[in-house]
C-alpha cells in the first residue's frame, strides 16, 4: 500500500517524525490522486472573557454527535496518532482522520461503521480549508468550491445521522449555487454563508483537542 497523509496543525509530516516514523509523508488527494490536499487542525484559542457561543439547530445535535464519538478499539497509538488495519489514520485528541492508505491499483478501503465519524469530521476539516474569505477570489471561477462541494457529497453519504446529512447538503447546495452566479454582492454574500458553515463546523471538531 501507498500511505498518504493529510497534514494537520503541526504538519503530518513533523508529527511522524516526532513519533520515530522514518517513512516519507505524502499528501493525499483523493479528488485529482496527483496533487496534494491539507488538513489543518489549527485549535482557535478563545478570549477567556469571550462569552460562551450558544448553538442552535442543527450545530448543537451536530456537536453533541461529534462529541459522543469515541474511536474503536484495535488501533495502533504512536503519539497523537492511531492506525489501524485497514490503512485509517486518526488524530487521538480530535478523533478525526488525518491520512488513509490507497492500494496499488489506486483504490482505497472503506472505512468501518465505527470509524465513518472520524472520517467525516476529518473530511469536514479538510473542506473548511479555504483560508481567510478575504483573501479568496472574487471572480466568478466556477470550479472555486468544487473541493468542498465534492467533500460535502461524501459526508452526505457517510453518515446516518439526519441533522449532518441534512446540513451538509444544504451547505452544498449553496456552496453551488454561489459558484455558478455572476460575480457581484448575491454571489459573495452566498459564499460567506458557506464559508462561515464550514468554518463553524471545523472549530466544533477542533474543540475536542482543547480538552
Known amino acids: 500500500m ?7 496543525g503541526i504538519s503530518a509530516a513533523l ?5 520515530g516514523t522514518s517513512e516519507e509523508a505524502k499528501v493525499e488527494n483523493p479528488e485529482s490522486e496527483a496533487q496534494g490536499e491539507q488538513i489543518s487542525t489549527e485549535v482557535a484559542t478563545a ?3 469571550e462569552e460562551e457561543v450558544i448553538l442552535e439547530s442543527p450545530h448543537k445535535e451536530i456537536k453533541e454527535h461529534f462529541e459522543n ?3 474503536p478499539d484495535g488501533g495502533k497509538v504512536d503519539g497523537r496518532l ?3 488495519k485497514n490503512g485509517y489514520t486518526f488524530d487521538k485528541e480530535t478523533k478525526f482522520m488525518i491520512g ?3 492500494n496499488e491499483d489506486e483504490t482505497v478501503n472503506e472505512p468501518t461503521e465505527d470509524q ?3 472520517v467525516i469530521m476529518g473530511f469536514l476539516v479538510d473542506a473548511a480549508e479555504l483560508g481567510d474569505f478575504e483573501d479568496m477570489t472574487v471572480t466568478n471561477y466556477n470550479e472555486q468550491m468544487s473541493h468542498p462541494i465534492s467533500r460535502l457529497n461524501q459526508i452526505s453519504e457517510l453518515t446516518d445521522f439526519e441533522p449532518l446529512k441534512e446540513w451538509s447538503q444544504e451547505t452544498a447546495s449553496l456552496l453551488d449555487e454561489a459558484q455558478n452566479l455572476d460575480s457581484g454582492d448575491e454571489r459573495q454574500a452566498l459564499l460567506k454563508e458557506g464559508y462561515n458553515e464550514l468554518q463553524k463546523m ?7 483537542g482543547e480538552n
Open 2 to 8: 501507498k500511505k498518504y497523509i493529510l497534514g494537520f
Open 100 to 102: 488513509r492508505e490507497w
Open 15 to 19: 508529527l511522524l517524525a516526532a513519533c
Open 116 to 118: 465513518k465519524t472520524g
Open 69 to 71: 464519538y469515541e474511536l
Open 47 to 49: 478570549s477567556e472573557a
Open 82 to 84: 492511531v492506525s489501524y
Open 202 to 208: 471545523k472549530d466544533l471538531i477542533n474543540e475536542r
